[in-house]
């Protein structure tokens, strides 16, 4: 179970990211500590809302590097690939978890771990409160400081135990500046379930596994 009070600092153990290195979820999450370390009144929720949006972006960035992986793209590709991502209007966090499901020899569950039937009860609990935030509910579902405290802990702790696994697994931890770069293995792409051989496809891939589609009124 994850502390309830603030996680402790990182400063002093935490150096900040030097110009010109890469990233990394430690790294990522100095800004959320010093958040937590400021005595704003405001703390948790700003540090929530940070470590959800640290939390979405790892599983944008893992799904593109992935992708990026088959032999048909390269650094001619990227806007393309960029323009195509961001042109469907129904991909939400959840999504990019389906799209690694999908795409992935073994699901986000795997990599997670133990601790994934837990977490993603706090994941599902933190898109809720989000969602509160931005429309002013924020007592609906009991959203004290304690609360969105235990939220930014188990935040960090999915990016942590996913970051240490897709790198060990597939190369990249999904904290890296540039998620469109190619893994040392060139053939890493032929672990995947599904090979992607054009934008088009992308695109297609997206769509059906990606996207939030609606479920149509019943009459």
């Not at 502390?3 to 153990?13: C, E, H, I, R």
Request: hydrophobic share 45%; with cysteine; proline share 5%.
């Amino acid at each position: 179970m994850p502390s309830q009070s603030a996680p402790s600092s990182a400063a002093g153990n935490t150096p900040s990211l030097p110009i010109g290195s890469d990233a990394t979820v430690d790294t990522e999450f100095v800004t959320v500590q010093a958040v937590l370390d400021s005595g704003v009144a405001t703390l948790a929720v700003d540090a929530f809302a940070l470590s959800l949006i640290k939390h979405e972006r790892q599983l944008r960035r893992l799904l593109t590097y992935s992708v990026y992986q088959f032999p048909v793209f390269g650094s001619k590709d990227i806007v393309s690939l960029r323009l195509t991502l961001a042109a469907n209007k129904g991909i939400f966090a959840e999504g990019f978890i389906r799209g690694l499901d999908a795409l992935w020899p073994q699901p986000v569950a795997a990599h997670i771990g133990m601790r994934h039937a837990e977490l993603s009860k706090s994941l599902a609990r933190a898109v809720d409160a989000r969602n509160k935030i931005f429309h002013g509910q924020v007592t609906e579902l009991g959203l004290d400081r304690k609360t969105l405290l235990l939220l930014v802990a188990d935040l960090r702790e999915w990016c942590t135990l996913l970051a240490k696994a897709a790198d060990g697994a597939y190369g990249y931890d999904g904290f890296g500046r540039d998620s469109y770069r190619k893994s040392p293995d060139a053939d890493l792409h032929k672990r995947f379930v599904i090979q992607i051989r054009s934008v088009v496809e992308y695109a297609g891939f997206l769509d059906a596994n990606v996207a939030r589609h609606r479920k149509p009124k019943k009459p």
